[in-house]
């Protein structure tokens, strides 16, 4: 039996299956888990969506943005975006079943045997253990209930970017699905900033990465996560594991086998960006 996970597929479908022939994932035994982000940009989401939602108990992936913004498009709220490459999906005969599988899918994963947090973008600068677990099963909650529309409606904005324990309402999800799905530098005082997306190196001075703030979670617990490929080169800490490589963007789609640490690449199979 193994364990595996995998970075950002975004709709790359045949790099995503030439990793699990490489490593002969099987299954009836092996698990793997997905850091979100299975559609948009490459050109075989429909494809992503129905492999990982057939492999049932053996797959479990968390939701990313993109994830999000999908669910929005086939909820009328926003419109499809061209570069997305979604029109395969959006008009697919199983649309309504996969849309009521990607809902149902977790913010966050908790692994207590491998001490194991798994979401699409980090894990927020001022939460420790049960408050994330906490934040995350709220925000599902109302994703899986009859306030879907309602959420995926007011999740868009950037404010709040600080945390409080007594944000209520649609502060409070907007805050949670943010920093899970969508995090990337925070300022020193905690409060997250969503304009920059460079490399760590090239950040202004006053940011840093979510994980190099001061919260003891970031030292006591493996944090797995996908959403930002230009960290690919940076050395984060040891028990930190950034998963997305850009293979959508032409660089490579990554896979960690748990159990001996080993990675196993699978470069673009074709310039999708």
Not at 44 to 56: D, H, M
Not at 109 to 129: R, Y
Not at 151 to 161: A, E, K, R
């Amino acid at each position: 039996m193994a364990t595996y996970f995998v970075g950002d597929l975004q709709g790359c479908y045949d790099e995503c299956q030439a990793l699990l022939e490489r490593v002969n994932f099987d299954p009836v035994q092996d698990k793997l888990y997905l850091a979100g982000d299975l559609v948009a940009r490459g050109d075989k989401s429909l494809e992503c969506l129905r492999l990982v939602k057939s492999l049932g108990d053996s797959a479990q992936t968390v939701l990313g943005n993109h994830d999000l913004h999908l669910l929005s498009t086939v909820y009328g709220i926003k419109k499809p975006k061209s570069h997305d490459r979604v029109d395969a999906l959006l008009n697919a005969p199983d649309l309504p079943e996969l849309t009521e599988w990607l809902r149902q899918q977790p913010l966050l994963c908790h692994l207590p045997e491998q001490n194991i947090l798994l979401s699409h973008a980090g894990i927020a600068p001022q939460w420790d253990l049960p408050t994330a677990i906490a934040c995350a099963k709220q925000a599902e909650q109302v994703l899986q209930s009859e306030q879907c529309t309602a959420l995926l409606t007011h999740m868009y904005g950037d404010s709040p970017t600080l945390w409080h324990n007594d944000l209520t309402g649609p502060d409070r999800l907007r805050y949670i699905i943010n920093a899970y799905t969508r995090m990337r530098f925070c300022h020193t005082n905690g409060a997250l900033d969503f304009a920059c997306k460079t490399p760590p190196q090239n950040a202004p001075t006053d940011l840093v990465a979510w994980f190099e703030l001061p919260n003891p979670l970031y030292t006591q617990t493996n944090i797995i996560f996908g959403h930002w490929a230009s960290l690919i080169g940076y050395p984060t800490p040891s028990n930190i594991y950034p998963l997305d490589t850009g293979c959508v963007w032409g660089n490579h789609l990554t896979l960690l086998r748990w159990e001996d640490q080993q990675y196993f690449h699978q470069k673009a199979m074709k310039p999708y960006q």
